[in-house]
């Protein structure tokens, strides 16, 4: 079955950088590309942008433009997303998740790290 | 980019009752494939989001088919037939069809 198993929890502090991890397993990792979406605590979600982990190709929201840096490492079936210059107004759970080919959408989520930013 | 907009925020409902959920787009969504990529995804409580309906009313597997999904261009519904306790969560519309992807603001089922 499809799985995305995330990193554990992290603090940090404002100006810091964090790298979160998504390990994916019951399928093809380079086949679909992964998602990263954001949720501040009590609050909606935000899609942050993708990657094709076959290409290694990017799209990133102009939000986090300069920000976010989205990887992968095939070897190992597992993508990364690291965001730097962190604010406050970043703590939030982050969540990878895989793009559906072909209908513009997300099937399957990880199940979130959460990221505190505070000094 | 497309702002998605829910209502109601809130909804209260009976249990066995129905539901309903609107979605609203400034944007149509029909892409140049003829296709219209808006999703609906349930947040359980202390869950990550999963979803339920995908180009509009394609339901996902193991979806219980009292979830339904209507609408187009610019308006679109999903609905629950007769609500069940564990459909308590959090409900959010996405657009797939223009750069970049956005979410609705989320619509809270709670039981009366």
């Known amino acids: 079955q499809v799985q995305l198993v995330q990193s554990g929890a992290e603090v940090k502090k404002p100006g810091a950088s964090v790298k979160v991890s998504c390990k994916a397993s019951?399928?093809?990792?380079?086949?679909?590309?992964i998602n990263w979406v954001r949720q501040a605590t009590g609050q909606g979600l935000e899609w942050m942008g993708w990657?094709?982990?076959?290409?290694?190709?990017?799209g990133y929201a102009q939000k986090f433009q300069g920000r976010v840096t989205m990887t992968r490492n095939t070897s190992i079936s597992t993508a990364y997303m690291e965001l730097s210059s962190l604010r406050s107004e970043d703590t939030a759970v982050y969540y990878c998740?895989?793009?559906?080919?072909?209908?513009?959408?997300?099937?399957?989520w990880g199940q979130g790290t959460l990221v505190t930013v505070s000094s | 980019d497309v702002v998605m907009t829910q209502s109601p925020l809130s909804l209260p409902v009976t249990l066995g009752q129905p539901a309903s959920i609107s979605c609203r787009s400034s944007?149509?969504?029909?892409?140049?494939?003829?296709?219209?990529?808006l999703n609906w995804f349930q947040q359980r409580p202390g869950q990550s989001p999963r979803r339920l309906i995908y180009?509009?009313?394609n339901r996902d597997s193991g979806v219980p088919d009292r979830f339904s999904g209507s609408g187009s261009g610019t308006d679109f519904t999903l609905k629950i037939s007769r609500v069940e306790a564990e459909d308590v969560g959090v409900y959010y519309c996405?657009?797939?069809?223009?750069?970049?992807?956005?979410f609705g603001q989320g619509t809270k089922v709670e039981i009366k």
């Open positions: 998740a895989r793009g559906d080919v072909g209908s513009g959408s997300i099937d399957y």
């Open positions: 019951g399928y093809t990792f380079t086949s679909y590309d």
């Open positions: 990657m094709n982990p076959n290409s290694g190709n990017t």
């Open positions: 944007q149509s969504l029909v892409y140049s494939d003829g296709n219209t990529y």
């Open positions: 180009k509009v009313s």
């Open positions: 996405m657009q797939g069809t223009h750069w970049p992807w956005t």
